[in-house]
């Protein structure tokens, strides 16, 4: 049975930062990429980062690239997301999700992270509060 679980949530003001942690249980997690979403209200759940399952391959949606760094550590079975200089339109529940694969469109001969690609399993979620 597969299981995920976020942890690392809060409230920070403006500017502060959270590191977010994704642990897994149930599955080969060294076999699955694992992507982080985040959803807030009259928003779709949309993809913020994902990595492939070796850690090879990172895509960041391009509104949070420059402040948040996705890593793994597969002998620990845990996926992390470091948030810097939180804003508050950060604000939201934020899902960790997993499939063999980061959802990707081909463009051009290139392949681009797709923030509204589907993921196979799904944690429960963790909510991330950004005051100004």
């Known amino acids: 049975q597969f299981e995920l679980v976020e942890s690392g949530g809060g409230l920070v003001q403006s500017g502060g930062s959270l590191r977010l942690s994704c642990a897994a249980s149930g599955f080969s997690f060294e076999d699955y990429a694992i992507g982080w979403f985040r959803q807030t209200p009259g928003k779709e759940r949309d993809g913020v980062s994902c990595?492939?399952?070796?850690?090879?391959?990172?895509y960041y949606e391009d509104s949070v690239k420059d402040r948040f760094t996705i890593s793994r550590d597969n002998a620990k079975n845990t996926v992390y997301l470091q948030i810097n200089n939180l804003k508050p339109e950060d604000t939201g529940v934020y899902y960790c999700?997993?499939?063999?694969?980061?959802?990707?469109?081909?463009?051009?001969?290139?392949?681009?992270?797709?923030?509204?690609?589907?993921?196979?399993?799904w944690g429960k979620g963790i909510l991330v509060t950004v005051s100004s």
């Open positions: 990595i492939s399952n070796d850690g090879l391959r990172i």
């Open positions: 999700a997993a499939d063999r694969f980061c959802p990707t469109v081909h463009i051009s001969g290139r392949y681009y992270y797709n923030s509204q690609g589907a993921m196979d399993y």
